[in-house]
């Protein structure tokens, strides 16, 4: 467990960190164009992924009528 100094010094170097940081619960750092873009691409390959397997899924519950051979017989 730490001492009552040694919890001093954690507190006053957060509060150091903290206020030196000036972030003021702003983004320190905005995002470029790329890393915008690059976000965009992978939500919307994720998008199409989650379609492609709600197809596939959805494909594999269709009972096809050309499987079935008609009977000639009557």
Do not use: Y
Request: glycine letters at 4%.
């Amino acid at each position: 467990m730490l001492s009552t100094k040694d919890m001093v010094k954690v507190m006053i170097v957060m509060f150091a960190i903290c206020f030196f940081a000036k972030s003021d619960g702003q983004p320190i750092k905005s995002r470029s164009v790329g890393e915008i873009q690059l976000l965009h691409d992978m939500r919307q390959h994720l998008n199409t992924n989650e379609r492609r397997e709600w197809l596939q899924k959805l494909l594999q519950e269709v009972h096809f009528g050309a499987s079935v051979v008609p009977n000639d017989d009557v």
